[in-house]
């Protein structure tokens, strides 16, 4: 039994070293395997890392974004109603110099009949102190005339009257026998 014992102690050490060196083995090959997990593990998770910063950044680079354009939209409805407000304002004022360009034209056409009007009375005006004028003239002659009429008259009167004083001064002397004198 001795051979036995000694086989079987021999298988059992052989059993142990195997499973021992088994043991050495898987664990060389699962402490290699671990650490090329550990070694994937932490180069994922910094890569993890590394994306979630770069989402980070490009989170507040579209919030940036984001209120830039808010700050845009804001802007450009500003824009639109300034530019509704200027554009209605724009058409108030052609309205405005349309109004005003129509005054324009009839006040012009308002002024020209005035100023035509104006010649017209200066022209009527002319011709009216031309007529005066003649009219003076005529007056004048007919003083002048009416003065010698009148004088022409006093002196036919003075001669009547010194033809009556003769005649009466010849009928004195003549007596009754001139009566038909």
């Known amino acids: ?29 699962f402490q290699q395997n671990f650490e090329n997990i550990n070694q994937d593990y932490d180069t994922k998770v910094a ?4 994306v979630s910063d770069e989402l980070e950044n490009q989170r507040s680079a579209l919030e940036a974004v984001r209120s830039e ?7 450009e409805d500003e824009i639109v109603e300034k530019f509704t407000g200027i554009k209605e ?19 012009e056409s308002s002024r020209i009949a005035a100023v035509r ?31 010698r009429w009148r004088g022409e008259a006093d002196r036919r009167q003075n001669s009547l009257n010194t033809f009556t004083s003769r005649l009466s001064s010849c009928k004195n002397t003549c007596g009754s026998g001139c009566d038909g004198i």
Do not use: C, H, P
Not at 3 to 28: H, P, R
């Open 1 to 29: 039994m001795a051979f036995v014992d000694k086989n079987a102690n021999l298988l059992l050490l052989f059993l142990i070293v195997i499973s021992a060196t088994g043991l050495v083995a898987a664990t060389v090959y």
């Open 47 to 50: 890569l993890l890392n590394k």
């Open 69 to 75: 354009l808010l700050l845009k939209e804001n802007r």
């Open 89 to 107: 304002e724009k058409k108030g004022l052609e309205e405005d110099k349309t109004n005003l360009q129509t005054q324009n034209e009839i006040l």
């Open 117 to 147: 009007a104006q010649q017209t009375a200066e022209s009527d005006l002319g011709d009216a102190i031309v007529a005066l004028s003649r009219a003076d003239r005529e007056a004048e002659f007919q003083r002048s005339e009416a003065e």
